[in-house]
């Protein structure tokens, strides 16, 4: 998939709740479709062209099946921006943000945002690859600011973004060589077969 830049090439690229459900497919199982229940090949795509059978387990199942996705009333058109703009946004973005910009309740909007972070994080680091960019950064707010007693540390988020737009976050007990170069080796191994 080209890069997204903007909004208006979201749009222009998922103007449909058909072409996520397309792309998802294509994305997922290329033309392979295969059984999240029981992983066969052996599948059947019902007329609506939403609904699939495995021909071995016999059960029934969507795109849907399987990923963050599953047990959702939510449009993928409306997961898909959520994405975008959690991975996009450098400062990120807050439930009530998310919830205003997709019509939807802050409740929600903080049930997507756990489930892209759960997926973010639990994510396979081997498909990032290409030019990686490596960052982190003190989450915490100002000592008076907290509700809490005031704490004079932050949390350390440390990230790599790959250029394609993977993302790999994840929290670290500090910012120095020590924490941070195993992690940036094991994912340069990763890429480079060393």
Request: charged content about 25%; some cysteine.
């Amino acid at each position: 998939m080209k890069q997204i830049s903007s909004l208006i090439d979201f749009y222009n690229r998922f103007d449909s709740e058909q072409v996520c459900r397309d792309y998802l497919e294509k994305s997922r199982w290329d033309d392979s479709i295969s059984c999240p229940h029981c992983g066969s090949y052996k599948t059947y795509k019902f007329t609506n062209g939403r609904l699939f059978k495995c021909g071995d387990c016999r059960k029934q199942f969507t795109v849907r099946v399987g990923t963050i996705f599953e047990d959702s009333k939510i449009p993928l058109q409306k997961w898909f921006l959520a994405i975008y703009l959690a991975t996009s946004l450098k400062k990120g973005i807050s439930s009530v943000q998310l919830s205003k910009y997709l019509g939807i309740t802050q409740k929600t909007a903080w049930f997507m945002l756990q489930r892209i972070r759960y997926a973010i994080e639990t994510g396979d680091s081997k498909s990032l690859s290409g030019e990686v960019e490596i960052d982190e950064t003190y989450v915490g707010g100002k000592s008076k600011n907290r509700a809490y007693a005031p704490v004079k540390t932050k949390s350390v988020v440390f990230g790599m973004v790959e250029r394609q737009g993977n993302v790999r976050i994840k929290h670290v007990k500090s910012s120095g060589a020590r924490i941070l170069l195993p992690t940036i080796q094991k994912h340069r191994k990763r890429l480079h077969g060393l």
